[in-house]
């Protein structure tokens, strides 16, 4: 049985069609891509996942239950969690207290006191761990970005949701998150998706991908396949020779 299962899923709003029947499925320790143009309907498809919008047709399976229109609260207590693509911290809040609130949201019963413990010990996880007590708004564009995964984490999530994790990143930035990512998926075995933008982090990082376009699903499939598929070099990637250079080499 697939972690989660997305079937049929369509999202209008109003004369647009958002996310028009899009259907995949994520394996437990997997970590899949998402890719496809701006408004392809990744972000809204993430939406779906976790209960900020409600789909006009199609379910969604998470652990062989339907979740499909649970409350984002809820959806998030059941072991998903997501970080956004632009970080909005509580500028005010210190670090660890940003991440206390993400835990008292996604979590069960914790009292205030065991979210600020249980912070602290996701910020060295994440390498911010000498930032714990700063102001939250004195934080660079890589810190912000570690805090926004800090917080996801603190829910302690089956299923992580990335939304652009990368994006604003120098290439070291880029090299130090993905051996993060692939450190959390070998030590605590959280299954991922991530929408992303820089090919050659998610060809290197991704088992599979899905690629969107205008709000469907374009093709699914390695790396290599995605490179190589003709309707997704002329739609998105351009390229093929560049396209084949961002897949992993085994």
Do not use: W
């Not at 998470?62 to 693509?85: C, E, N, S, W, Y």
Request: charged fraction near 25%; avoid cysteine; aromatic fraction near 4%.
């Amino acid at each position: 049985m697939a972690l989660l299962e997305v079937q049929g899923i369509v999202k209008r709003f109003r004369g647009l069609v958002a996310v028009d029947n899009v259907s995949f499925t994520v394996e437990e320790g997997e970590i899949k891509g998402l890719i496809g143009p701006n408004g392809a309907g990744k972000t809204t498809l993430f939406n779906v996942i976790t209960g900020v919008y409600k789909p006009d047709a199609g379910r969604v399976i998470f652990m062989g239950k339907d979740i499909t229109g649970l409350k984002p609260h809820k959806v998030a207590r059941l072991g998903i969690a997501k970080t956004h693509q632009v970080p909005k911290p509580f500028g005010e809040l210190t670090v660890v207290e940003n991440v206390a609130v993400s835990s008292l949201f996604g979590g069960k019963h914790r009292s205030v006191g065991e979210a600020l413990e249980e912070a602290r010990g996701v910020l060295e996880t994440v390498g911010l761990g000498e930032k714990a007590d700063l102001p939250a708004k004195v934080l660079n564009v890589q810190e912000k970005k570690r805090l926004e995964l800090a917080k996801a984490l603190s829910m302690k999530p089956k299923l992580l949701l990335l939304d652009e994790v990368l994006a604003g990143l120098t290439p070291r930035e880029i090299d130090e998150m993905l051996d993060l990512l692939r450190e959390l998926r070998r030590s605590k075995g959280i299954t991922m998706i991530m929408i992303e933008h820089v090919m050659h982090a998610v060809m290197n990082i991704a088992d599979r991908i899905v690629v969107l376009h205008f709000g469907r699903k374009l093709a699914e499939g390695t790396p290599g396949e995605i490179a190589n598929n003709k309707e997704v070099i002329t739609a998105y990637l351009g390229d093929p020779e560049l396209a084949l250079k961002f897949v992993r080499r085994e």
